[in-house]
C-alpha cells in the first residue's frame, strides 16, 4: 500500500517556465514533509521542507505548498532550469518518529 | 554542512561472500542514520533505523541476521551484507538525521553504494 504518491512518472517543461511537481499521501499521522532531488547513481539531494502547521515554504526558486484537507503537497520550481532537469521524490514523516515514506519519485525534464 | 559519505561507492562480489558498507558524517554528528534499498525506476524503502550505542530498528521484511547494522559512533555507521545473493543486487543509501528548528528534521544523503552480486 503506497502511503506516499506521486502520480505523475515525468513532466517535461520548457526552460524559465513554472515546473509543479504533485505529491498525494493517505496517511493523516504525517507530520513533516521533505522534497528530495536525485540524479542517476547518487543519493537524494535535500531541496526543501515543510511542518504540518504550516501551508507554504519558499526558498528562492523552490516553493512547497501543503493542503492538509485534501492530504496534497507541491513543489514549484520557477524559473525552471536545464539544471533542475532529475528525478524528485516526496517524503512524509510519521508524526512521533523520525521515519519517512518516500514517493516513487517524477522525472522532470527542462527543456533548454 | 551536512554531508555525508559512502564506501565504497561500488562493489561486486561474488555470491556468499559478505560485503561491508560505510557510512559517515563529515561534519556533525548523527545519533540516528538510515539505510534506504532502491531497485530499478523504483523509490527508497526504508530497509533500517541505525541508532548510536543501540541495536537497529529494522522495517517488516527486512531480515536483520541478513543486513547487519552497526552503529559505533556518532559519525560512522555501517552495513554489512552476508552470505550475499544476486537478489541482494542493489543501490544501497545511507542517510543521517539532522534536526532543524520548530520539531522538524532532515535526513541528508550519502552517494548510494552500487552493490553487484555475481
Known amino acids: 500500500d503506497q502511503q506516499v504518491k506521486q502520480n505523475s512518472p515525468s513532466l517535461s517543461v520548457q526552460e524559465g517556465r513554472i515546473s509543479i511537481l504533485n505529491c498525494d499521501y493517505t496517511?493523516?499521522?504525517?507530520?513533516?514533509f521533505l522534497w528530495y532531488k536525485k540524479y542517476p547513481a547518487e543519493g537524494p539531494t535535500f531541496l526543501i521542507s515543510?511542518?504540518?502547521?504550516?501551508d507554504k515554504n519558499e526558498d528562492g526558486r523552490f516553493t512547497v505548498f501543503l493542503n492538509k484537507s485534501a492530504k496534497h503537497l507541491s513543489l514549484h520550481i520557477v524559473p525552471s532550469q536545464p539544471g533542475d532537469s532529475a528525478v524528485y521524490f516526496c517524503a512524509a514523516r510519521f508524526s512521533g518518529t523520525y521515519k519517512y515514506i518516500f514517493g516513487t519519485g517524477t522525472r522532470l525534464k527542462v527543456l533548454a | 554542512g551536512a554531508v555525508v559519505s559512502q564506501h565504497p561507492s561500488r562493489v561486486i562480489c561474488k555470491s556468499g561472500t559478505s560485503v561491508k558498507i560505510e557510512c559517515r558524517s563529515l561534519d556533525f554528528q548523527a545519533t540516528t542514520m538510515f539505510w534506504y534499498r532502491q531497485f530499478p525506476k523504483k523509490s527508497l524503502m526504508l530497509m533500517a533505523t541505525s541508532n548510536e550505542g543501540s541495536k537497529a530498528t529494522y522495517e517488516q521484511g527486512v531480515e536483520k541476521d541478513k543486513f547487519l547494522i552497526n552503529h559505533a559512533s556518532l559519525t560512522l555507521s555501517t552495513l554489512t551484507v552476508t552470505s550475499a545473493h544476486p537478489e541482494d543486487s542493489s543501490f544501497y543509501i545511507c542517510?543521517?538525521?539532522?534536526?532543524?528548528?520548530?520539531?522538524?528534521?532532515?535526513?541528508?544523503f550519502g552517494p548510494g553504494t552500487r552493490l553487484t552480486v555475481l
Open positions: 515543510i511542518s504540518s502547521i504550516k
Open positions: 542517510s543521517a538525521r539532522v534536526a532543524s528548528g520548530g520539531g522538524g528534521d532532515t535526513q541528508y
Open positions: 496517511n493523516s499521522m504525517f507530520d513533516y
